[in-house]
């Protein structure tokens, strides 16, 4: 069974660093592209960033310069690296796979929740 | 980056209705476009792949069409249980991945 658990969200001061973490088990983690998506309270799902099997990374504009996404096939974790934060990046952040027809994302976390307040 | 203009933002419907939902890119897509369903406090679920394909579990009348720029998301009959809030999203491989704004959708 495919699982993904994100961890290391919490609550941080504008301009600080966060490093989230997204634990995945079920399947050949190496082969695979993993995203990162985010929500902040009641709004929409946003995209955030993306990692190949070959460690090429793509950020939306919105994250590009302050986050940087990295993955450790001998753990099976992808992280996400936030500095710079600010009180725009507040949100759930939910880690996310593509699902066997590989467009898609099938598979996601349940999300872990950073608030950037002072 | 490729934006998605999701409209509406909010439909207000019926059990028994039929639901269209559009989803337009600000260029051609030349990598996948999915359609989700996500409902309060929860992620989101995968509906449509490749802009008409179904998920499988998914029931059938929930469907996807388009290509191009302009994309479609068809509930045949609203049923109680899809009450919720929509989502399109591109995946071209050498761009970012962007969502439409999403569209909420009430019972009238």
């Known amino acids: 069974e495919v699982q993904l658990v994100e961890s290391g969200g919490g609550l941080v001061q504008p301009g600080g660093s966060l490093r989230l973490s997204c634990a995945a088990s079920?399947?050949?983690?190496?082969?695979?592209?993993m995203h990162w998506v985010r929500q902040a309270p009641g709004k929409g799902l946003v995209w955030v960033s993306r990692?190949?099997?070959?460690?090429?990374?793509t950020y939306a504009d919105s994250v590009k310069g302050r986050f940087t996404i990295s993955r450790d096939n001998a753990k099976n974790t992808v992280h996400l690296q936030m500095s710079s934060l600010r009180a725009e990046d507040t949100a759930v952040y939910f880690c996310?796979?593509?699902?066997?027809?590989?467009?898609?994302?099938?598979?996601w976390g349940q999300g872990t929740l950073v608030t950037v307040s002072s | 980056d490729i934006q998605m203009t999701q409209s509406p933002s909010t439909l207000s419907a019926s059990v028994g209705d039929r639901v269209t939902i559009t989803c337009r890119a600000s260029?051609?897509?030349?990598?996948?476009l999915a359609w989700y369903q996500q409902r309060p406090g929860k992620a989101p679920k995968l509906l449509i792949y490749?802009?008409?394909s179904l998920e499988s579990g998914v029931p059938s009348r929930f469907s996807g069409s388009g290509s191009g720029t302009e994309f479609t998301l068809t509930i045949s009959s609203l049923q109680p249980d899809d009450f919720a809030t929509y989502y399109c999203q591109q995946c071209n491989i050498d761009s970012p991945c962007t969502f439409g704004q999403g569209t909420k959708v009430e019972i009238k």
């Open positions: 996310a796979r593509v699902g066997p027809r590989l467009k898609g994302l099938f598979y």
């Open positions: 990692i190949t099997s070959d460690e090429t990374p």
């Open positions: 260029q051609s897509i030349s990598g996948w």
């Open positions: 490749d802009a008409s």
């Open positions: 079920g399947f050949t983690f190496s082969s695979f592209w």
